[in-house]
């Protein structure tokens, strides 16, 4: 089946540095991918729509200069948080949406990062 | 209020029991619906999408009432490897667009 890749996992850095989470479909054309970050005990929250070759779409809310998003290829979505702070420690999870084997379009999550800042 | 409401749980099982969760949405014009199971710290997987005439998935059932705006979760014979937590999803646009994640219901199956 359809797989998206996403790396790091897990990641710590210092207060102040920048940190970049890449998002790879593997085996189908993502169009489209989506941002989500999740604080713990809540619910995804969709950061931003990342559309190949464009700027990508922000929710309300979330800062476009500090969560910049890159999607430049049909298989490949970097978020990076820039100047990371505490607040920023968080569980990011991007997805991507594509048809594999002529079925119907679904969406596939990548397995996260969980970005502690310290 | 928010647009999609869930028990937070836990809700503590024996294994073999059936345990019910529900979820209520506020946005009427929402699509489509769906259950996503998330193990901690792991992305969210899709169990099964929820339809008006209630689907079936081997020991799962889910039902979707519109004019309630009521999706619920049924799991017989609970297993220790159901344990998770159980995520309502409701789709507000078409492509996955305005997907919309519950803050999800924890389930606990002890032996």
């Known amino acids: 089946g359809a797989v998206v890749s996403q790396h790091p996992s897990r990641v710590i850095c210092k207060s102040g540095t920048s940190v970049k989470i890449e998002c790879r479909s593997l085996d189908f054309q993502a169009t489209t991918m989506f941002w989500y970050r999740q604080f713990p005990k809540q619910s995804l929250m969709l950061m931003a729509t990342s559309n190949e070759g464009s700027k990508a779409t922000y929710e309300q809310g979330v800062e476009k200069d500090k969560f910049l998003i890159n999607h430049a290829s049909l298989t490949l979505s970097t978020l990076t948080v820039t100047s990371a702070h505490p607040e920023d420690s968080s569980f990011y999870i991007c997805s991507a949406r594509g048809r594999t084997g002529g079925a119907n379009e679904k969406l596939f999550f990548g397995s996260g990062t969980q970005l502690s800042v310290l | 209020r928010k647009e999609v409401e869930q028990d937070p749980g836990p809700f503590n099982v024996p294994e073999g029991a059936t345990v019910a969760f529900n979820c209520t949405y506020s946005?009427?014009?929402?699509?489509?619906f769906f259950w996503y199971r998330q193990d901690c710290r792991k992305e969210p997987k899709l169990l099964m999408s929820v339809y008006s005439s209630g689907n079936e998935d081997g020991r799962f059932t889910a039902q979707l009432n519109r004019a309630s705006q009521y999706i619920s979760l049924l799991i017989r014979d609970s297993k220790l490897s159901d344990s998770a937590t159980y995520l309502c999803v409701v789709n507000r646009g078409a492509g996955f667009q305005k997907l919309v994640f519950g803050t999800g219901t924890r389930l606990l199956v002890s032996p």
């Open positions: 946005n009427s014009a929402s699509q489509s």
